[in-house]
């Protein structure tokens, strides 16, 4: 379930509206991932909505599965957390400014919620793009869910830390194959994407991650 004190950023009458999962840790980080959405791009016709989300592993995995770290393991709300985002986020902006333009929206997230951000691309044709920063595409039977369907969004920008394979857990030190190969699928099934490599392991400079995948969507479509 999604906590609704949802907070905006940028221009709130911006027909570009990025929706981005967020947990505690997301947001006292975001005043440094606007300040690099602004340093990445040249155009302040955006707004991000960060999206509180209440139990992280519970409510942005599709299916169940067994704990990989710690003692919690993974839940199955993902479908109830997009439905929330299609009913009741999106139709809080309206119609949109412009009488020639309709609101376009991006769903953005990292980690699970870069995770969560994919899936919900193949589940619905709602979103203009999805931005993925250093996505759990390691999760048990993704990349066989990811080859057996056909993502939705025409858009998606995925990243990793260089460092993030390496590591002592057996589960995740998969992440570094499953996001070639994710973005191998993507290649044949959208019409636009992208792998962006970044220094550091998975903690490190998470509101850059995401703000370049802001960033990269904006400026793709002011080239288009």
Not at 48 to 65: E, F, G, H, I, S
Not at 117 to 141: C, E, H, K, M, Q
Not at 171 to 182: D, K, L
Not at 189 to 204: K, V
């Amino acid at each position: 379930m999604l906590n609704k004190n949802i907070t905006l950023f940028g221009d709130a009458a911006s027909d570009r509206i990025f929706i981005q999962m967020v947990d505690e840790h997301d947001l006292k980080l975001m005043e440094g991932e606007i300040a690099a959405i602004k340093e990445y791009t040249n155009t302040a016709d955006w707004c991000l909505a960060a999206v509180p989300v209440r139990n992280w592993n519970q409510d942005l995995t599709p299916w169940k599965a067994a704990p990989v770290f710690g003692r919690q393991g993974f839940g199955d709300g993902a479908e109830c957390t997009l439905r929330e985002v299609l009913e009741s986020v999106i139709p809080s902006f309206g119609q949109g400014s412009s009488s020639h333009a309709e609101r376009r929206y991006y769903l953005c997230g990292y980690s699970l919620a870069g995770l969560f951000a994919l899936w919900a691309g193949y589940r619905t044709n709602s979103f203009a793009g999805i931005v993925a920063a250093s996505p759990s595409v390691w999760y048990p039977d993704w990349i066989d869910y990811a080859r057996a369907n056909r993502i939705q969004s025409p858009a998606v920008y995925l990243s990793l830390g260089d460092k993030e394979e390496k590591t002592k857990n057996p589960v995740m030190a998969t992440v570094g194959n499953a996001i070639r190969e994710m973005h191998e699928i993507l290649k044949t099934s959208c019409t636009s994407s992208c792998l962006e490599w970044n220094p550091g392991n998975h903690f490190a400079d998470s509101d850059r991650r995401i703000a370049k995948g802001i960033a990269w969507m904006l400026n793709k479509e002011r080239l288009h």
